[in-house]
């Protein structure tokens, strides 16, 4: 799953911090600094996430790769099994298939463009591959060709406290998902800082609170 971050709306990111975007200054430093932050190539992460299926709740191993705004691999398996079990998403920048079983199946298009901006939701959190503009003392608001954008609200030390995100539905015709998620405590690799702990509500109702234990970053050269 190799590729490079792709940074073309870097320089517009940069203009804002520059013409007087405190919030978006003080967002990027919290999460490492522009500079950094540019020049992630890949995410990495472990954890455990608990899912809810309608009133019931699962709970997941979960492993994923993200190459933000291009590629991503997301591996999931019940802490009752063990990992050859695992279900198996990758996406790539214009189709996703999904593993298990040995099987691999194409998406439907509908499918995979929901898994695409579901991922891309965690892309955001790095902020500078992203055009992000000020809209008050403690929010931003970010966008990026080909996703939706996001609504995302500053802690007072700058780190990203909640974030609302509106998704394409996987099923034609259906109508979009909500989607809130609230952040607390961080990871931190080469400098980068990342939330633990993210909690989701879709469409007002509780979905997923996943938590990550192992967190790496590969960095492209200064």
Partial sequence: MGGTIAIAALPQAIGAAGRGGDAVARA?????GQ??????????WSGMARMMLGKTPVDLHVESRIEPFARS?????????TRSAARTVMIERDTAFLVQDGAQTTLAAAQARFERQRLGAFAYL??????????GYN????????????ALTLDRDGRIAAADYVLTAPEPG???????????GSVNAQG??????????????????????DFSVELSPA
């Fill in 192 to 213: 980068v800082r990342f939330p633990r702990v993210t909690t989701m509500l879709q469409d007002g109702r509780p979905s997923l609170r996943l938590t990550i234990t």
């Fill in 126 to 135: 790095l902020l500078a591959p992203a055009f992000v503009s000020t809209a």
């Fill in 174 to 184: 259906a109508p979009a998902i909500r989607q809130h998620f609230s952040f607390a």
């Fill in 35 to 44: 500079d950094r932050l540019a020049r992630v190539r890949v995410l990495t």
């Fill in 139 to 150: 929010r931003l608001n970010a966008a990026r060709d080909g996703y939706p954008p996001i």
């Fill in 28 to 32: 990027m430093i919290a999460a490492g």
């Fill in 73 to 81: 691999r997301s591996d999931s398996w019940l802490v009752s099994e």
